[in-house]
């Protein structure tokens, strides 16, 4: 944790000045490519764009906060020093999930064995609100209540699968890529038994 406060209070110190505002119109790959130039804005930009959604999303994975936030800190400060290196995206949430997540099993040996053959027995904990599922989906109490309750009973790869569709809106490609299957048929597969248990449970 020493070595983590001395990056931290290095990096809070470089990122003391506020991003250019004009940075927010910009597109992900414009925006990516400026950082990987060597724009500290672009960069601060980023990293106070994503730092809290990194957090959340991390600890769908991983109940120990401290991990979370070391991981989440640790991916900016690698991002950071090899950014020249860098592969392009137009995405750059899709591409800090796929980093951050990858990070944290791999970091987390004490609950998963493997990064490559995830199996249904990996955690994944996610919760929608009343509020969010009522006004995304339309629903009523009743109905969010029995979602939820469905969404609960699901297993960790399916309740992944349905997160990234339908509230990350990700792409079947990117879904694939992020969960480490073999090709986008077994994404929509995956999200396909996912979603006809929640209708047979919710029925």
Request: hydrophobic share 35%.
């Amino acid at each position: 944790m020493g070595i983590m406060n001395k990056h931290k209070n290095q990096l809070e110190k470089d990122w003391c000045p506020e991003p250019s505002t004009d940075l927010g119109k910009v597109e992900d790959l414009s925006l990516w490519r400026s950082f990987k130039e060597g724009n500290e804005s672009a960069f601060i930009y980023i990293y106070k764009q994503y730092f809290e959604v990194l957090f959340q999303f991390g600890s769908m994975f991983s109940p120990n906060e401290n991990l979370v936030k070391d991981a989440v800190q640790e991916l900016f400060i690698d991002l950071r020093k090899s950014r020249a290196r860098l592969s392009d995206t137009n995405n750059i949430k899709f591409y800090l999930f796929k980093s951050l997540k990858r990070r944290i099993i791999k970091e987390n040996k004490a609950w998963y064995s493997k990064l490559v053959e995830l199996k249904d027995d990996y955690s994944f904990t996610v919760s929608y609100s009343h509020e969010q599922l009522m006004i995304d989906r339309q629903l009523n109490t009743e109905q969010v209540e029995k979602l939820n309750k469905a969404i609960s009973q699901l297993s960790a790869r399916k309740r992944e699968v349905i997160y990234y569709f339908y509230y990350e809106e990700l792409s079947y490609e990117e879904i694939k890529q992020i969960m480490g299957l073999s090709n986008i048929k077994s994404a929509r597969n995956l999200l396909y038994k996912a979603l006809a248990f929640l209708k047979e449970v919710i029925q």
